[in-house]
Structure formats: C-alpha cells, structure tokens
C-alpha cells in the first residue's frame, strides 16, 4: 500500500530530526500543522485525501512565496531567503507545476470547446476556468488560469 502524503511528510519529519536539519524540521512541522488545522476546521474532525493536503501545502507555499516578496521589497535579505528556503522545502512535496505553455494549449481548447458549444466572451469565464483547472490538477494557480483564461477569451 502506497503512503499517504500526510504519513510522507511525518515520515520525513522524522528523518528530518534524526539528521537535525532545523529548516527541514520547522518546516515540516509548519506544514503538519497547517494540515491538522485543516482537519479539524469545521463542524467535525476529517482526514484530508492527498489532493486536499496538496491544496493546503500550495497555500502555505503561496504564503512563503507572498513573504519573501515582502521582504524584499523591505530590505530584509536574510528573512526573504529563510521564506525561499521553507518555499524549496515545501515545494519537493508539490506535483511538479506546468509550465505556460502547457497551460495555454489547454486554455486554448477549453475556449475553442466552450465556443463550439455557443459559450463567448465573459459567460465562457466560469465554465473554461473550470474545465481547465480540473484538466491541469490541483498543481496549478487558479489566479495564473484566470488570467491565462481571460486574456484567451478576450474579456
């Protein structure tokens, strides 16, 4: 039986500390964390399914991302790179994102399929968005997709 991501990341965690690697281990943990809040928000407690732990490492990896940018802009070198560093970490356990290109040719396909079935302009956002993200995977930003889907639609 194959692992779950969850039981991955504790099984690294663990490695991790045996080694004592302090940025492997306060990231991980972050990312543990993060994933048992998920768990718990809401009316009852869930497991999540890897899909949904991929979701919440994407936001935490966006989260790094936003961070270093911020600490940049402030002059703060040294925590930008700590955030890049926790980004790398959390970015090994992340399908592997498509690239622009591919993007676009699957954008381009969902607007030629929406406007074969008589879906223009704005009406077609909601339903190439849709259709394009459950083609690229939970890897990919639904903020680049939008925009990727806008420009394509002209609106």
């Known amino acids: 039986m194959v692992a779950s991501l969850k039981d991955t990341l504790k099984a690294d965690l663990n490695r991790a500390m045996k080694a004592r690697a ?22 009852e407690a869930v497991t999540l399914t890897d899909d949904q732990v991929i979701a919440v490492m994407m936001a935490e990896a966006k989260k790094r991302n936003e961070a ?17 560093a926790e980004l790398a970490v959390i970015e090994r356990y992340l399908p592997a994102a ?3 290109d591919e993007i676009v040719s699957i954008v381009n396909e969902e607007v030629a399929k929406a406007a074969a079935e008589g879906h223009i302009g704005g009406k077609a956002m909601g339903l190439v968005v849709k ?12 903020g680049r997709v ?3 889907v806008k420009a394509a639609l002209g609106s």
């Open 68 to 84: 270093a940018e911020v600490y940049e802009q402030a002059g703060r070198t040294e925590s930008a790179t700590k955030e890049r």
């Open 146 to 148: 939008a925009s990727l």
């Open 131 to 142: 259709a394009v993200r459950a083609r690229a995977g939970a890897g990919v930003d639904g």
């Open 22 to 43: 302090e940025l492997e281990v306060s990231t991980l943990r972050m990312v543990l964390a993060a994933v048992m809040n998920a768990e718990v928000a809401g009316d």
């Open 98 to 100: 498509l690239s622009d």
